[in-house]
């Protein structure tokens, strides 16, 4: 379906992560991570959009030839409005799906080879957590709604979840732009640090 004009295109062809919309920047911090888990782990990416780093994250994991399960949470419909400007970044794609990017991003998890590695599933972070044993996960990384609300209910969420020795990290943890990132790990997670570009981790020592 076209987009309207000065709307995002959302609908398009796709063979590799690159080719996914979305805004991705930490690449790096997936290779760590791989690089730094034993097979048999398993990472879950909270917010995934269109795919875009859920896919990167599949072609790290398939390149190091490590069993490695990646799983993806995401409503599906989108954070709203939000930041300073109160920018509806996903609308496009919410309407472009009838209310829904669920077929979008499936479909592009396909075409980048990646459907028998990647588990999607199409829930609400905390009601998510809530499917997965306290201490199973080796790194949960979140990318879901930016505000304090939001970001603190999803600390709670995932911390419990996270294996000893395990990591917790999340996006766009830059003051400016994304006050409320910043204030919950501040809150929430006092010993978590800067990581990688604009990322945050906490290491579950
Ligand atoms: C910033 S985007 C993710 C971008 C993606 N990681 C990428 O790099 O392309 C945020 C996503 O979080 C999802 N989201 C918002 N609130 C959520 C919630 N409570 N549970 C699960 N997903 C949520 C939205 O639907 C949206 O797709």
Redesign the pocket.
Known sequence: MLSNPGEPEVDVPVRRWQD???????RDAQEEAVAHFPEGSTFV??????????CSLAEVVADSGKPITVVG????????PEGVRGIN??GA??ADGGGT?AGL?HRNVLACGFADQVLLVV??????ARLFADASLAWV?I????DYD?VA??ITAWRPKVAPGGWLSG??YIPSAWPGVVAAVTDLLPRAHPWSKIQWRWINE
């Open positions: 996914i919309p979305g805004w991705f920047t930490w990416e909270v917010g995934n959009y269109l795919g875009r780093s859920l949470v995401d409503t599906c419909r989108g954070s709203g970044a996903h794609a919410v990017f991003l829930g609400d972070s905390e009601s998510t990384h990318d879901a709604r930016h939001s209910a999803d996006d766009d």
